[in-house]
């Protein structure tokens, strides 16, 4: 489906909607005083008066918002006014002036069917826009080298630049406006079919009537329809496309003056009843799109086949002379879609597209001297990284071995018995330093903590250093003061060295209790959590209670 009408909307809108920088140009006023007025006549007054007043000062910018608001409600000297604005705007460099402008005198060319001078004009528009930073013009120029770029055959080009202005309104919500969003919808859509890409199209398709019905704007609404309709009939779903073209045509009819679009509908509704078998609308639909066709001579590439089918319909009936009509025809048509094409792509590629190379080129040549310029650091930088990355591998090595040869260290760790314990109890009390503690007490503080040891009490619930001496029949400062002499830790260490060498002797001897998390062996054996437990394993032994796991024999 040609895209046409949609240039024009966006300008209207780009002026209408776009209060932040018409804020900017001190322009509110009189957007105010247009919007309240509801007489086109009494607007242009307005906005004379404006103009005259901005004359009068030389205000530039101002002079140049009313020429452009003129031309929208003077259609008749819309070219003039577009004019003004360039002249006086074309050496200067304001957010919006002279890209605004190029812009819309390139979407009149457009419309007027003038396509190599629209593509100069927008390609101006894209450059000004580039130089002010304004990239909602900027896009917008560019999307509309994607619609002639539609039109000479480079749709997978078009479909980028259609992503790629819905991507930019997408991220970047302090520019969207719901109708140029709309008609970037359609336009995405109907390139998705064109390079019969259903399932995208369909996506897009139904993105698009989703967004005109919530913004009631029913002139994209109508244009989705049909792609729809089109949609359909690639999907073999003939009824299905006929009603979508039908209720698309309908809505075309009632505002749109481009009688293209109706020959598009006519055409691919003639193409459905002729799939289904109905010979005869399938002709009375073809013969209307004929009709629109020679009429306009505004050649449409997707539905000129048409004759066709014109041409065997004239021949099954024996009318060489309606076959001859149809084919001298057809011949001029394409004659005009070659030229068309033709010029167009050699100009898109020798004025935009070279344009674009070399943009592309000085950013690389660019980039390529700060690259160069970075190079050295960027070696030193590796060199540095490199010494890094061999000391963290020498130290991850070292850490290996370290852990290796303390896990078999762990392992060769001879277990204390009863008997020894015992031993070790009396030779405390044989060789027991002053510590201004009475014998009696000490030797039954040390028989106590035996006993303790003994039974594995420090795995069974969480002492403290109160609860323990309490549990043991003495007070604290004993407790801790003989702990510390006899066992030369202080508390915290002395159960969580009892708790670790029990760990290691249970996950020695007990497999099922290696495949426990570390939290729970951790409560297994003692301690309050998993982060204690393997902290307090590392201190003493040098290795992770994972680590240790791990490489135990099963």
Sequence with gaps: MKIK?????????????SEFVIAQDNYTELVQLIRKEKVDSLKIKIIQTHLNNAISKS????????YLFLSLYQPNKKINYIDSVINITKNKNYFRFPSVSYLQKGVVNYETGQYIEALELYIKASEAAKKSGNDRIYLLAKFNIGLLKNMS???????????????????????????NYNRALFALADSYIHIKDLELAKTAIDKGINETLKTNDSTVYSYI?????????LLNNYQKAIDSLQKGKKLIEQFDD???????????IGRSYKDIGNEEKSIFYFKKT??????TKDVIPDIISVYDYLRAFAKSENNYELQLEYINTQLELDSIKHANQVNLTRNITKK??????????????????????LKNNTINFLIVLSIILVLIAIYGFRKSYLNKIRFQKLLKQPKTDKSELIKNVNEGLTKRPDIDIPADVIETILKNLHNFEDKKQFAKKHYTLNSLAKELQTNSAYLSKIINVYKNVNFANYLNNLRIDYAIDQLSSNKS?????????????????????SSAFHKKTGIYPSYFIKHIKP
């Design 5 to 17: 009408n949609l240039s024009i909307i966006y300008l209207i809108l780009l002026l209408l909607a």
């Design 59 to 66: 205000d530039t910018l101002n002079m140049a918002n009313a």
């Design 153 to 179: 055959g480079d749709r997978e080009e078009a479909l980028t630049i259609f992503s790629e202005y819905i991507n930019f309104i997408e991220q970047n919500p302090e520019y969207q406006d719901q109708f």
């Design 225 to 233: 329809l049909v792609t729809s309709g089109i949609h359909q009939y």
């Design 258 to 268: 481009l009688e293209t679009r109706i020959a598009t509908c006519d055409y691919y």
């Design 290 to 295: 004929d009709t629109i066709l020679r009429k």
């Design 352 to 373: 935009y597209d070279a344009a674009e190379l070399k943009s592309e080129k000085e950013k690389l040549i660019k980039q390529f001297e700060k690259d160069t310029f």
């Design 513 to 533: 209790l290696r495949s426990y998390t570390i939290q729970a062996i951790a409560e297994e054996v003692g301690f309050k959590n998993a982060q204690s437990f």
